[in-house]
């Protein structure tokens, strides 16, 4: 399954050889709550199709007939705002007045475009830059480390795995995992010295070790953009990668496995390994939220749920009021006035 910037490159490229033009819109700001998060690309061909997504609907439809009356359309990038008034929010489905400020792209590269997808297929992380000023754009090698950027005139996305995923374990739920935790911009590891397991793993972006599971996330040296997950069902192979795993700051680890195996397993750790309280309770066992999973792809999807949801915490500050997430205050409210976020 290719990644949302990956489908919006290959249309683009569709496009192109079929003599189409097309105008690039990226989320480059919001205020309050936002369907779509800075970054979010959408492109939009000149007889109004579109690939990608930056709202639930009504921006891309009032995008789409911009396009179709020839509006969006200028010598070089400039700034779109949508919702800069409570009237406009609301019309245009933005939750709880949100405000949503758009870079408007018209005719971008198209060479420079190709060798995104190009090094986004290769599995690279890529940093594309847009200045105004210039009305260009540049490619440059990311680290995970590097992040998104608007000033108002310099534009700086991030396009690639920004996150990594190490599956322990090359059995049938590794399988429905890895596919949907690279669309979710994930790059997967999956580490199995099982021959038996790893000669018949073959899900295609994705990385194969055989290495030990302790040698392998050492290796790895996770960073706090690290998941990883236990899935082997031996506890030879799980113990190995939990003991290099918990004293790290991946910011997700997982085992797979019953209440009854994961209470044993934790008392393992403590009393055998040495491991603090503090470190065994960040221990996610058993792995996935609990919506009474039990196939394989059903299990699959609870693990990715509860990383998505883990992910989401992780980078998201903690709001200290619940009206203050979407960017108004109760005063304002009573108004009817918008206010933007501080």
């Known amino acids: 399954m290719d990644s949302l910037d990956l489908q919006v490159l290959a249309a683009i490229e569709s496009w192109r050889h079929q003599g189409h033009r097309f105008i690039l819109a990226t989320v480059a700001n919001t205020w309050g709550a936002s369907p779509r998060p800075r970054g979010s690309w959408l492109a939009v061909r000149d007889d109004g199709r579109i690939a990608g997504s930056v709202s639930g609907g009504c921006i891309e439809d009032d995008l789409i007939d911009k396009m179709r009356r020839g509006e969006l359309w200028q010598p070089r990038p400039y700034a779109l705002t949508y919702g800069a008034t409570r009237d406009e929010a609301l019309n245009f489905g933005l939750p709880c007045g949100g405000i949503l400020e758009l870079l408007i792209e018209p005719d971008p590269d198209t060479a420079l475009l190709q060798g995104l997808a190009e090094r986004l297929g290769k599995g690279e992380l890529v940093k594309r830059t847009l200045s105004l000023d210039a009305g260009m754009a540049a490619l440059a090698p990311a680290r995970p480390g590097d992040q998104f950027h608007w000033d108002g005139k310099t534009l700086t996305t991030l396009h690639g795995p920004q996150w990594r995923l190490l599956l322990v374990g090359a059995g049938d739920i590794a399988r429905y995992i890895a596919p949907m935790a690279m669309a979710l911009g994930f790059e997967v590891i999956v580490c199995d010295p099982r021959e038996e397991y790893a000669a018949s793993w073959n899900v295609p972006g994705t990385r194969l070790l055989t290495t ?36 790290s700051p991946a910011f997700f680890v997982g085992a797979l496995g019953s209440r009854r195996t994961n209470d044993h397993r934790r008392k393992r750790l403590l009393e055998h390994f040495g491991f603090t309280e503090a470190q065994v309770a960040r221990l996610r066992g058993p792995v996935g939220l609990p919506i009474g999973s039990r196939t394989p792809p059903e299990i699959a999807v609870s693990i990715l749920a509860e990383l998505t949801q883990e992910r989401i915490r992780h980078t998201t500050p903690p709001s200290t009021h619940p009206l203050q997430e979407c960017g108004l205050l109760a005063d304002d409210l009573e108004r009817g006035v918008v206010r933007v976020a501080d």
């Open 212 to 247: 030990m599971p302790d040698d392998t996330v050492a290796a790895l040296a996770p960073d706090i953009r690290t998941a990883i997950i236990v899935l082997a069902h031996d506890p030879k192979l799980d113990d190995m990668a939990l003991l290099e795993a918990l004293p």
